[in-house]
Every structure is written in structure tokens, then in C-alpha cells.
């Protein structure tokens, strides 16, 4: 099981939002830069980064942050955020990041997450960020009136190394994740998944590792800021 704890960036800072929503943040007093030295302190070799300045704007705007952390402490990042060409992906690949994760481009346009797919074998992750079944897109604020399974279900054979599955409804609000859905999601995948929002315990993490064969990690973020997780107790679960 690996396990990605995850650092989002706003203003240069550490950030947390609840539902992805950009009124509703917590701002942490660790930059990211330190944030990415405690998690490779403890022993974490994977991080799951969105630089949300990214999705606001759709450019690579904490390029020189993500690259500091990737030259420092030598971790597999993954990152997304507002990332909507191939020119973006090249920044992300050449500074030395595993994946690229792309979300509501590859939503909106199928041909750019086929294209990527191509262009950059074994980097691209795909963010499918849902609520309530359905696809959102634009940083959770428009409903893409897609069905999450009957996307996943075209896009399947593009070569995604990667799926990210969030459901909106729980992210930030440290209610366990929706396990059931992950699971089904994970059936349907060609690649393996990793699942994202509102992990709030330790047991979050052993239930994670049972559910499906075709889970590959889980993404930990507000339950370790406010200290509902010790990173000295869920390091212990990465590959137990």
C-alpha cells in the first residue's frame, strides 16, 4: 500500500480545503517545502501535491516549489492542478515528477488525456474527482454531467498509468472514505487506483488495503494537519 501524504499550495503556503472550496481553507505555518521534509523525516517515499494557484490559472505557478522539493528530498510526486497542455506536463516531467496528474482537461477533452498518454508513457495520471456519481470539473465548481463509470469506461485503453478517484462530498471532512464506490471504480479501471478524501483514521488505511486488489495507495491530507493521524503510525503502514 503506498501511502501519499499530500501537501496543496496556496500563496506559497500549505493549505487545506473542505470540499474544495476556496472560502473554506485552513492556512498551515509550514511552508511546503518543510512540510516535505517531515514526511521524507519519517520515512514516506511517495507525496501527493496540487498546486492549487494551478487550477486557478491553468499554469504551472509553484514550478520552482514542486522542483525544490523533488531535488531535496527525492520523493515520487505526483502532482495536478490546472494542468491543461502538453507544455505543462514537460515543465512537471523535466524538473523529475513520476506522474502528472490531469483532471478536468482530460474531462473536458478526451483527445488531450489520449494525446498525453502517448506523449508521456507511464507519467499521466488520471484525477476523476466525483459527487454524488457524476463528474466535476473546473476546480469542483461545474458539474460535467458526465457519469464517472461511463467516462472511465472510453477512456480506458488510453494508457493511464494511474487513477486518482476522489468523492467531493467527503474531502476534508475526515469521514472515512467512500470505500464502496472506490471499490467499484477500481473494478472497472485498467490501472491501478488510489484512493483520495476524507481518510480519518489509521484503520482508513487497513481498510484500504482489503477492499480491492487494484488499490495501489491512499492520499492522507487534513487528518495528518490537525493531528488526527501520527506520521510516526501511518508510516508503519506503507507496504505492511
Not at 498551515?28 to 520515512?43: I, L, R
Not at 492542478?81 to 506522474?99: A, H, L, N
Request: charged share 30%; glycine share 8%.
Amino acid at each position: 500500500m503506498k501511502i501519499f501524504p499530500a501537501i496543496d499550495i496556496k500563496d506559497k503556503k500549505c493549505v487545506r480545503l473542505v470540499k474544495g472550496d476556496f472560502d473554506n481553507k485552513t492556512e498551515y505555518e509550514t511552508s511546503p517545502v518543510e512540510q516535505a521534509a517531515k514526511y521524507k523525516d519519517y520515512g514516506f517515499k511517495h507525496l501527493h501535491i496540487v498546486d492549487l494557484d494551478g487550477a486557478l490559472t491553468g499554469e504551472t505557478v509553484n514550478l520552482d516549489i514542486i522542483e525544490e522539493i523533488v531535488i531535496k528530498f527525492d520523493l515520487n510526486i505526483e502532482i495536478g492542478g490546472g494542468i491543461r497542455k502538453f507544455e505543462s506536463i514537460q515543465k512537471y516531467t523535466d524538473v523529475g515528477v513520476e506522474k502528472v496528474i490531469l483532471g478536468s482537461a482530460a474531462i473536458k477533452d478526451k483527445n488531450f488525456l489520449k494525446e498525453a498518454c502517448k506523449k508521456f508513457p507511464d507519467k499521466i495520471a488520471l484525477g476523476l474527482d466525483a459527487k454524488d456519481g457524476y463528474l466535476s470539473v473546473s476546480g469542483w465548481k461545474e458539474n460535467s454531467n458526465q457519469l464517472t463509470k461511463d467516462y472511465l469506461k472510453e477512456v480506458n485503453d488510453y494508457g493511464a498509468s494511474r487513477l486518482i478517484y476522489t468523492d467531493i462530498n467527503r474531502d476534508g471532512m475526515k469521514q472515512s472514505p467512500n470505500f464502496k464506490e472506490t471499490s467499484k471504480i477500481a473494478d472497472l479501471s485498467n490501472c491501478p487506483v488510489i484512493i483520495s478524501g476524507g481518510v480519518s483514521s489509521i484503520d482508513d488505511i487497513k481498510k484500504a488495503r482489503e477492499i480491492n486488489n487494484n488499490i495501489e495507495g491512499i492520499i492522507v491530507g487534513k487528518a495528518i494537519y490537525d493531528g488526527d493521524i501520527k506520521l510516526e503510525e501511518l508510516v508503519k503502514e506503507i507496504d505492511a
